[in-house]
């Protein structure tokens, strides 16, 4: 039952853990934009492009995968006209920088965001102390292992910084970040990237989605994601990729898993089961048992063992990968 119940238990748990690891795009979205109504990711590519709902999957006209960095970055005014009158945009800037702390030099991701602005809450939650409002004043994300009033010097500056809060990124808590205000760390521009957060005055459709990768533009619309067009309305941006090369591989991968787990393990325990009980199938041979017997009694011991020790196996793995799960989902949200 061991040889059985202990690789099924592995393959339950790997299989529960990556199908509970799908989070919906609708499900992160204010982890992933805040309160704003639409996000656009990055600089214009300079060329007509294709996307998915979530952003995720771009293209340009001819099926290729443009270059970012041959893009060009937008100002804020630019990006209040794109949306048109009364839309508001926040930028969310991030890269890396190394710093001096009480542990000595450490490096981090850094993310110059406003947390005081309405539309980005949501993306990170407040353990301790408060968010940063100024030049010189910092949040970290608890893996960092700072408190509020510990000082550290920043590389990218050579200044010193005020850590006054903890704060958890929804998306990843358990990554390394800094947060500071817009402008105060990443001012050199070097290794960039730039998110704008937009508010507007109306849901943004699929069609000004649309529009908008027409110039270039990779655009996240909350009204999309809500409520995606149907399939007819779409183009699919990946012309002729349809083939999921990762999940052929992984799905191939499994297959060869379960078949060599059969062929190691479970042909092995039945034939030990079968040689431990080779006095008794031979005293039912001798009672006048046929050879058609000896297989019906091989093949329910094969049956019930195999569900003696599979099902509780995969119960109790799957139930404790969900559990985990599910406290992990409620700590973010």
């Known amino acids: 039952m061991v040889m059985i119940g202990l690789p099924v238990m592995l393959f339950s748990g790997v299989a529960t853990w990556f199908a509970t690891e799908d989070i919906a795009p609708h499900e992160s ?9 639409a996000r656009l990711d990055g600089p214009t590519f300079g060329e007509p492009v294709r996307q998915s709902v979530e952003g995720g999957v771009r293209f340009d006209e001819d099926g290729v995968q443009p270059n970012r960095n041959e893009g060009r970055g937008l100002s804020r005014q630019e990006i209040v006209s794109l949306f048109g009158p009364g839309s508001r945009a926040v930028p969310s800037r991030g890269s890396w920088t190394g710093y001096e702390g009480p542990r000595g030099y450490r490096e981090s991701d850094v993310r110059e965001i406003d947390l005081n602005d309405p539309v980005t809450a949501g993306m990170y939650r407040l353990l301790s102390g408060r968010v940063p409002r100024a030049a010189g004043e910092i949040a970290v994300s608890p893996s960092l292992g700072l408190r509020p009033g510990t000082e550290i010097t920043l590389s990218r500056t ?8 903890v704060v958890e990124p929804q998306r990843h808590p358990g990554h390394r970040q800094i947060v500071a205000p817009p402008g105060t760390v990443l001012a050199d521009g070097k290794g960039v990237t730039t998110e704008w957060l937009v508010d507007t005055p109306a849901p943004v459709p699929w069609r000004k989605v649309r529009e908008l990768n027409r110039s270039g533009l990779v655009v996240v619309s909350r009204a999309v994601i809500m409520d995606p067009p149907p399939p007819g309305g779409m183009e699919d941006p990946a012309p002729g990729g349809r083939w999921n090369l990762d999940g052929v591989v992984m799905a191939a991968t499994g297959v ?7 062929a190691l393990l479970a042909g092995p325990a039945f034939a030990v089961g079968i040689r431990r009980r080779r006095r008794e199938l031979a005293l039912i041979a001798a009672q ?16 019930t063992l195999g569900l003696a020790a599979s099902v509780p196996a995969a119960a109790l793995l799957a139930g404790l990968c969900t ?9 973010l949200t």
């Open 158 to 165: 050579s200044s010193a910084a005020t850590v006054v809060g």
């Open 323 to 331: 559990r985990t799960r599910l406290s992990l989902t409620r700590r």
């Open 29 to 37: 979205l204010a982890w992933d934009m805040g309160a704003a109504d």
């Open 256 to 262: 060869g898993l379960v078949v060599l787990e059969v």
């Open 288 to 303: 006048g048992g046929s050879a058609r017997h000896l297989r019906w009694i091989v093949l329910a011991d094969g049956l």
